[in-house]
């Protein structure tokens, strides 16, 4: 199968145009590049709800803080098209930052998606999740994808495009991916490349908290118990821990016996690397 590779707002329209005009549904992967085998099953997703794939990598400087090096995030593009074509991608769509902000990035329109991006990793990066919804409403403009996938590991992200594709009504279709783990239970990121091989034997541990933290929840523990526990075990094995919290789908905070659906959320750095995770599980009736 071959990719295609469209630099210019013209060209991707007119090729999703035709492949409209012949009843074809589109879906759509938007990344940051640098993939790794969680980007490909998100095209592997896609192609299972969609007769063509289109994949864009897009850098996205607005969805970086000042202390965070949007310069340095690595490009790898003659990688990431290799394992875009190989997992069944028809499209790849490359913008450069001026055509994806003509204004230029500091002048561009911003979304601003009050609450959910404020708590959590939104907490810890000011501006963030504003600057992914900014840059998605224009790439969901761009491609008109009937499905776009989202892996579940950005648990916050996914919570803020579900905000969004409601709030503004945008007519796609999401596809939440389950979380690709390495054998020993590490979700995959592009983050993971940065850590020591002391860092990476100790990365597990994070997966393993998850699972005790739903343990405790569904055995009856308050939140709180939970919650502590788990940072207690995280700093004890040599993370810094920036949350380890159980909250409901909506990220706002459950009581304790109350059932429903429930996520395990933590983010813990090992050294200069920053790991997040999550588990997503039923807490039963009582
Ligand atoms: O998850 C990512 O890679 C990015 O946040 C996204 C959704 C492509 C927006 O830049």
Avoid at 62 to 91: I, S, V
Wanted: proline share 6%; hydrophobic share 45%.
């Amino acid at each position: 199968m071959s990719l295609e590779t469209v630099t210019a707002l013209d060209a991707l329209r007119a090729r999703i145009g035709a492949w409209k005009r012949e009843g074809l549904r589109i879906g759509f992967v938007p990344t940051m590049g640098n993939l790794h085998a969680g980007h490909h099953s998100l095209v592997e997703l896609a192609r299972r709800h969609a007769d063509r794939v289109v994949a864009s990598v897009f850098v996205n400087p607005t969805q970086f803080g000042p202390n965070e090096d949007f310069a340095r995030y690595p490009r790898t593009p003659e990688a990431d098209a290799e394992g875009l074509r190989a997992a069944g991608c028809d499209l790849l769509w490359l913008p450069s930052v001026e055509t994806m902000y003509p204004y230029g990035a500091d002048r561009a329109v911003r979304m601003r998606v009050p609450g959910i991006t404020d708590v959590l990793d939104g907490a810890h990066r000011p501006g963030h999740f504003d600057g992914v919804a900014t840059v998605v409403s224009r790439l969901f403009n761009q491609v008109q994808p009937d499905a776009a996938a989202f892996g579940r590991k950005d648990y916050q992200q996914l919570a803020v495009i579900r905000y969004l594709v409601r709030d503004l009504a945008f007519p796609v279709e999401l596809l939440p991916a389950t979380i690709v783990r390495e054998d020993d239970g590490l979700a995959m990121s592009s983050r993971n490349q940065y850590l020591s091989p002391q860092e990476r034997a100790l990365a597990p541990v994070i997966h393993r908290t998850l699972l005790a933290m739903r343990e405790a929840a569904v055995a009856g523990s308050s939140r709180a118990a939970a919650e502590a526990a788990a940072s207690a075990a995280l700093a004890q094995a040599g993370f810094a821990v920036d949350y380890a919290v159980l909250r409901r789908p909506d990220l706002t905070e459950p009581l304790d016996g109350e059932d429903g659906e429930r996520v395990a959320l933590i983010a813990a750095r090992l050294g200069k690397t920053r790991l997040i995770d999550n588990l997503e599980f039923a807490m039963p009736a009582r």
